[in-house]
Every structure is written in structure tokens, then in C-alpha cells.
């Protein structure tokens, strides 16, 4: 289930708000420019399902939000625990950066943990199935898929190198919990 938890920048251990509901989490969200939404595949999408059977699955999604912003490029990216390169995958985004563009993903599976941070408070979100997250380009943020990451997401891209990180060099993100992926669906 979907989670935004709000606190200060001084206070991890004591979240100001907490929220499992879809449209009270797209609410709090849109108030820092970062957009919120939930999809529904047009078509079932099964576990094996190749990068082009889970595009076509959300076509009519994928053009609307490309047509909006101006993404040139679409992807699938499907990570799963026994990963050999799971640890260095997942210590890629864990430390505060921003990216040149807007950072946008669509979870078709699993789940993954992104943090904002924005002024004095941190937005914790965890995007779970169904979920899409747009987060503005230059907002400081980072990303914990988990110890055991298990997702499938789609991504959006206006440039080429739009995913390369520009870290900040703070410590903002190691004074805040990690993602304890669920162990249910």
C-alpha cells in the first residue's frame, strides 16, 4: 500500500504526518510540484512479461504523460533479489542527489522508497503497484529499493543523461531510516 510520512529534517525518528490514502498522499505531494497519480493496466500484465508487453499494457498512460512533459525516451527496469548486483544497484541513489530532469517512475511491480527533501522537511514515499511518482528536476531526493529489491518500473527520460545524479555531499539520507520492503504483495 502506498505511504507518504512528512517530517522534519531534525526529527526522523517522529513523522508530522502519515498517509496510506491515494488521493490524500497526491494532495500533500502536488504542495512541493511533485505529481502523484495511479494507473490500472489496459491489459493483464503477467510475472516474465518482456519490457514490450508491459509498455503496450500502459500505452495510452505512457503517451498522455510523455505528450505532457516532453519524454523522448521510455524503459523497463526489473530488479529482483537474487541479483547479483543488487547491493551496488541499490547503493547507486541512497545518498541525497537531484537529476537535470524530472525523475519519473511507474511501478508496475514491487516497490521502492523515495525521499525528498524540500527545505526543512523530508517527504518519505513508498511507491508501491500501480503507483507513478513525478518528481520535479533539481529537487534533492534518493532512492532505497531495499535489501532485497523486488520491482518492475517504467521510466521516463527527455535526454539521454537525464538519470545521471548530482550528489549534494550531505548526510541527510544516512540519519533516516532505510527501506524495509514489505514482505507481502
Not at 20 to 40: N, P, S, T, Y
Not at 56 to 78: C, H, L, N, P, W
Not at 123 to 146: N, R, S
Request: aromatic letters at 12%; one cysteine or more.
Amino acid at each position: 500500500m502506498s505511504r507518504l510520512r512528512i517530517f522534519s529534517e531534525h526529527q526522523p525518528d517522529a513523522p508530522e504526518f502519515s498517509s496510506h490514502d491515494g488521493d490524500e498522499i497526491a494532495r500533500e505531494l502536488a504542495k512541493i510540484g511533485v505529481h502523484f497519480e495511479r494507473w490500472q493496466a489496459s491489459q493483464p500484465v503477467t510475472a516474465g512479461a518482456t519490457p514490450e508487453q508491459v509498455l503496450a499494457a500502459y500505452k495510452s498512460d505512457i503517451d498522455r504523460i510523455s505528450a505532457e512533459r516532453g519524454f523522448t525516451t521510455v524503459d523497463v527496469i526489473s530488479i529482483v533479489p537474487d541479483n547479483p548486483k543488487k547491493e551496488e544497484l541499490r547503493g547507486k541513489f541512497l545518498d541525497e542527489h537531484y537529476h537535470n530532469e524530472d525523475e519519473v517512475r511507474f511501478f508496475v511491480d514491487g516497490s521502492g522508497l523515495f525521499t525528498l527533501h524540500v527545505g526543512e522537511k523530508v517527504y518519505e514515499i513508498e511507491c508501491v503497484k500501480d503507483d507513478l511518482i513525478a518528481v520535479p528536476d533539481g529537487t534533492t531526493h534518493w532512492f532505497d529499493m531495499g535489501p532485497e529489491p523486488r520491482f518492475v518500473a517504467i521510466r521516463f527520460f527527455q535526454q539521454p543523461d537525464g538519470w545521471i545524479g548530482h550528489f549534494t555531499g550531505t548526510d541527510i539520507a544516512r540519519r533516516f531510516p532505510r527501506y524495509d520492503v514489505p514482505t507481502t504483495g
